[in-house]
């Protein structure tokens, strides 16, 4: 914490922490069990859909910044237009 703090960047609601804050404070596996049963997340629920893979590929500028444009949800629009091309086409 040598640099200066940037003022537009300071949150008076929430403080970065001091050295002392950090000597001061408890480790949660030091909390009481019924803390940590309180303050654990609940473990996630089944998905809705099919898992969907994760991959890298490249797209023409355009064609991103077609779908971008239409806001939230354009990966998801980029892979209703391939299934749609995919009824109607052999991938090889």
Known sequence: MN????PKLI?????EWTDEMFKSSVRFSDLPQG?????????R??????VKVSTTIRLSPD?????????????TRIDAALKD????HSPD
């Not at 640099?3 to 940037?6: A, C, M, R």
């Not at 064609?63 to 990966?75: I, P």
């Not at 091309?85 to 109607?88: M, V």
């Open 3 to 6: 640099e200066k703090p940037n």
């Open 45 to 50: 629920g089944l998905q809705k859909s099919p």
């Open 63 to 75: 064609v991103v910044q077609a779908f971008r444009a239409g806001g939230d949800g354009w990966q």
């Open 35 to 43: 803390l940590r049963e309180k303050l654990a997340r609940p473990p």
């Open 11 to 15: 949150d008076s609601d929430n403080p």
């Open 85 to 88: 091309w995919l009824r109607t």
